[in-house]
Each structure stands twice: as C-alpha cells, then as structure tokens.
C-alpha cells in the first residue's frame, strides 16, 4: 500500500501526462503574433523578480494524501538546495518514517522504508511518460510557488490583467502552462499540460505569510485525476525557514530490496 502511495505522489508530480484534465486551458490562438509585446515583457520581469531568491529551503507540514478512496494523514519534510537537490520525508502515525525521497536534476531516488524497498532511476527516466519540457527545475518551482522563467521564455506567451489578478497563457517545447497571479505578483494558480493532449497537473496556492522576507504560501494543493489513478495532495505548513544549513541524509542499506 504505502510502496503504490509513495510512487504515485512522486511519479505523478513529475510525470503529469499519466493523468487527465477535467478542463482546458484558453491558449493563445495559432494566429496571435509570436512578437512579445513590450507590455508583455515588462509584467514577465515582473512576475520573474518576485520569484524567491532563495539558497535553501526548508519546511514541515501536515500533509493529507487522498488516492482514489484510501486517505492518509502524514506529515512531509521538505529541503531543497537550489537547483541542486530536493529531499522529501513522509511521516506516519506515532511519528514512524515511512518513506524518504531524493531528487536531483540527474536521478530520482525513493527509499520505501516501510515495505524495505528501494528505487533509484535518473531523471530522464520521465522522458519515457512524458516532454522533455518537464524539468528538475519545473518542479522546484512548482513546490517554491515560482513561476518558471523556462516556461516563460517563449515567444508564444501572453498576459493579461484583471481586476485582481493577472492571468498568464503559454506554451513551451509542447507543454501549455497557465498562471493565475495576484496583484503582489504571486501565483495562486499553476495548470500545465501537453499540447493537444488531455492530461495535466493543476496546483493551488494559499494563505500567503512572510517569512524573513520571504512572500511564501503555506498551503498547498496539488490535484492529479487520471483514467487509472486519483491523486490530491494538500500540504499545510506550520514551519518553513529559508537560507538555513540543511542536511539531506539518504543511506541505503543492505536489506533494502532493490525494485526495478
């Protein structure tokens, strides 16, 4: 049970075209000039500045896991090492660890230590599910509530203001990608798919706070609803610290049985 959970909370979040969109994204029309307008490009600097600046990361929260009918309340450390690593603990009841998880920009490592099982792949092992577009990066920065200056950079974006937010449309090396921001120039909203394609990862951010000056969301969601597989992931965090010395053990041992 938890070796099929711990798999699919983390293969889903990076392979997100095994799962399937209940809604379209509105993309840019085919005939909408590639040129990006001047006022474009100041409102993606914009966006981009505000992103968190950070060198490491470091959060604990309450998290609840809901895969198909099966629910599960765990608590979920989180340290990242910008662009170099990003390490995930899964805690159960009575406080027993029950998964640790390394990923880095080369491989993803998922150590089952509940069932004693260990997985290690390089990262382009999505490649085999999923575009070339779906980095290391995209995901530091779908967990950091950054928009993806990868993303952005295309000529095939626009933006658009509201009344209370702004609403930013693109597409990148055929992935499409929408951002929802706020007037502080946070997102709130992240949806990614594939062009043409039916499948994606969608992502809520909430209750914004500041922490050392740094604008950070303490909730959230991650909804992930496919033909074969249902995945919501909620995180609430009660402590987050920036720019900290972090640690990111992971040993395996002899008895762990290696899953191929």
Known sequence: M?????LVMVVSVLVFTSCKTKRKIAMPSPDTPTEISAANAAS???FEMNNLDFHTFSGRAKAKIEMGKNLHDVTLNVRIERNKAIWLSVTAIL????????????SVKILNKFQGEYI?????????YTNRGVTFTTLQDLLMANVSSNLLRTENVQVASATDEFIVVGIKEQLSYQYRINKENRPFNFVLQEVGGTHNLEAFYGDYAKTVGYNFPRNLALNIVGEEVSLKVQLGYNRVAFNENIEMPFSVSSRYKVIN
């Open 120 to 128: 290690a792949k390089p990262f382009s092992y999505i490649y085999n």
């Open 44 to 46: 993606i600097k914009t």
């Open 2 to 6: 938890w070796s099929r959970m711990i």
């Open 95 to 106: 406080g027993v660890e029950v998964a640790r998880i390394l990923i880095t920009p080369d």
